[in-house]
């Protein structure tokens, strides 16, 4: 039997993150944002989006403008119409993810100015040596901030494991998104109304 590339995966993957994340939305009465995924070329697929979603996407037109051409695997834009997020998936089908993997991820979160971004090994964890750079090195692990056109920006990634056989994920506690309801939580806070 062949085994499936890690394409064959994006769309239970981003099922079960889309409906975790309703789940919690919803339990804290944010009822108005919506989820939208998308796989390819970020900037060309955000425009499409726009046409698809234009009521709910319009607000990505500066973001697709400043942003230059990058080869994501997933993202996700979250977005209640006026304020959006960008959640980047990067997923493989390794027999480990290392540190070339999570440089991957911080690379496209840092040009796209992406809060959110995962790191997904399918049937499979991080390697020992990205492991234990993690677990020590606080400045890349948990919560990177930096300056982009004079504006504090924070990228918080986190590492998990898609098991295809619980079609669910095993987590690591590697990165600041330890698991889907703490992206959630930090994701409610930037829609719930003030």
Request: hydrophobic share 40%.
């Amino acid at each position: 039997m062949k085994k499936k590339n890690e394409v064959a995966h994006y769309l239970e993957i981003t099922s079960f993150i889309e409906a975790q994340l309703n789940s919690n939305f919803l339990a804290k009465r944010v009822d108005n944002v919506s989820i939208y995924w998308k796989n390819g070329e970020l900037t060309s697929k955000i425009k499409e989006l726009m046409v698809e979603h234009p009521e709910k996407c319009s607000c990505l037109q500066t973001f697709c403008r400043n942003t230059p051409p990058l080869n994501t695997d997933i993202f996700g834009v979250i977005t209640n119409g006026q304020k959006f997020e960008i959640v980047i998936l990067e997923v493989k089908l390794r027999e480990n993810v290392g540190l070339a993997e999570w440089s991957q991820l911080l690379g496209y979160s840092v040009v796209s100015n992406a809060k959110f971004g995962l790191l997904i090994n399918i049937d499979a964890g991080a390697s020992s040596r990205l492991s234990g750079i993690l677990a020590s090195e606080v400045d890349i692990s948990k919560v990177l901030r930096r300056k982009a056109n004079g504006e504090e920006v924070e990228h918080l990634l986190g590492f998990m494991q898609w098991n295809t056989l619980t079609q669910n994920f095993e987590y690591s506690n590697l990165g600041h998104l330890c698991s889907l309801s703490a992206m959630s939580n930090l994701l409610i806070a930037q829609f719930m109304v003030t």
